[in-house]
């Protein structure tokens, strides 16, 4: 005698089988298609920091950190000047830091605390106009030393 639940239960199972990895593969071309090309590390942080990255010596990279500045937030001589020494000061400290013989996560605590200080001193000689107009810019000049 014929089942009917036990053919419906094989057909059922063979069709799985046959169209699972059909379907897993679709997805899978699918989701290749709609995700977007991605560039590495260095492409962006070139792309964004331009010739800061270029730059040799912690006073090069901090020559390149003012410049940048003063054009994107349309600097004052005398904002120039300070901010500058404030560049060059952290450009030091950072390389300093880069050389010591602390732990990659000692580094990071530091770092990330020497950016948030010298933000901090930054934003103190700038007007409403020019800190909004840090504030957009700031991540680019993040990881430039």
């Known amino acids: 005698m014929f089942n009917k639940t036990l053919f419906s239960k094989r057909m059922l199972w063979s069709s799985v089988l046959i169209i699972s990895p ?48 003063k054009t994107k937030l349309n600097l004052t001589p005398a904002q120039t000047t300070e901010i500058g020494k404030i560049n060059q000061d952290y450009a030091a400290r950072i390389a300093k830091l880069m050389a010591s013989d602390q732990s990659t996560m000692d580094k990071k605590a530091e770092f990330k605390r020497l950016t948030i200080i010298k933000r901090a001193d930054i934003k103190k000689l700038l007007n409403t106009d020019q800190q909004q107009l840090f504030d957009k810019h700031k991540n680019e000049w993040v990881d430039t030393y």
């Open 22 to 69: 059909l379907f897993v593969s679709g997805c899978y071309t699918y989701r290749q298609e709609l995700t977007p090309p991605t560039k590495s590390v260095p492409q962006v942080k070139d792309q964004v920091s331009g010739k800061m990255t270029e730059a040799v010596t912690p006073d090069q990279r901090a020559q390149a950190l003012t410049d940048s500045m």
